[in-house]
């Protein structure tokens, strides 16, 4: 059971979009840490797509979004493409786990 | 361009010991923190542990303390992970991370290629 909670999958067709939710608690998101997200396409190592809840690394395509607010945070991908299939992890830090944590992963499906 | 090179696949009986490796380049090793995530077969991604090279301040996951050791050695901008008696629970792929640099938090702004270990008697 992961401290954050995330879908296990979501799914979109082409050009649409699709969010990702991750929800925390009062000891990590709710207290204010930020929150950062990963893309991890079938074998291959995870990339960053988002860092501090809403800021995008050199080369993510501004598809991207994310945002955060009291527990939850979202991350928000529009004009879906083929490309986008992969698994997506949230990422925080608990004060009451003294470490950081990821979210269970969304495997994002486009049909 | 930075880069996170892994060392290669192991396979290890139960009791052995192991050490795995991640050379950095293209930046100030001793500026960033570096440090492991854990991916079991099929699982999601588990935070191990990570250290700063400039003053060796090291701070595990209490789910890993006392599981594993972290280290690192500046003159070949290389850090290691070890484990002095591997179990089959060990069995996993390990990427070797570096965190990115400012007020975000701890995040991961590059990713090593992983080292898949399997631990099998």
């Known amino acids: 059971q992961s401290v954050l909670t995330q879908p296990p999958s979501v799914s979109g067709a082409p050009g649409q979009r699709v969010t990702i939710s991750c929800t925390g608690s009062t000891s990590n998101l709710g207290a204010d840490y930020h929150v950062h997200w990963y893309q991890q396409l079938p074998g291959t190592a995870p990339k960053l797509l988002i860092y501090g809840n809403t800021n995008r690394p050199s080369g993510v395509p501004d598809r991207f979004s994310g945002s955060k607010s009291g527990t939850s945070a979202s991350l928000a991908i529009t004009g879906l493409q083929a490309e986008d299939e992969a698994t997506y992890y949230c990422q925080s830090y608990d004060s009451s786990l003294s470490t950081a944590v990821f979210g269970g992963g969304t495997m994002l499906t486009v049909l | 361009e930075v880069q996170l090179v892994q060392s290669g696949a192991e396979m290890k009986k139960p009791g052995e010991s192991l050490k795995i490796s991640c050379q950095a380049s293209?930046?100030?090793?001793?500026?960033?923190?570096i440090g492991w995530v854990r991916q079991k077969p099929g699982n999601g991604l588990e935070w191990m542990v990570i250290?700063?090279?400039?003053?060796?301040?090291?701070r595990y996951n209490p789910a890993f303390q006392g599981q594993v050791t972290i280290s690192v050695d500046k003159s070949v901008n290389t850090a290691y992970l070890q484990w002095s008696s591997l179990q089959a629970s060990d069995t996993a792929l390990y990427y070797c991370?570096?965190?990115?640099?400012?007020?975000?938090?701890?995040?991961?702004?590059?990713w090593g290629q992983g080292t898949l270990v399997t631990v099998s008697s």
């Open positions: 293209g930046y100030g090793f001793s500026n960033y923190w």
């Open positions: 991370i570096k965190l990115g640099a400012g007020t975000s938090g701890w995040y991961i702004d590059h």
């Open positions: 250290l700063y090279p400039g003053d060796s301040d090291t």
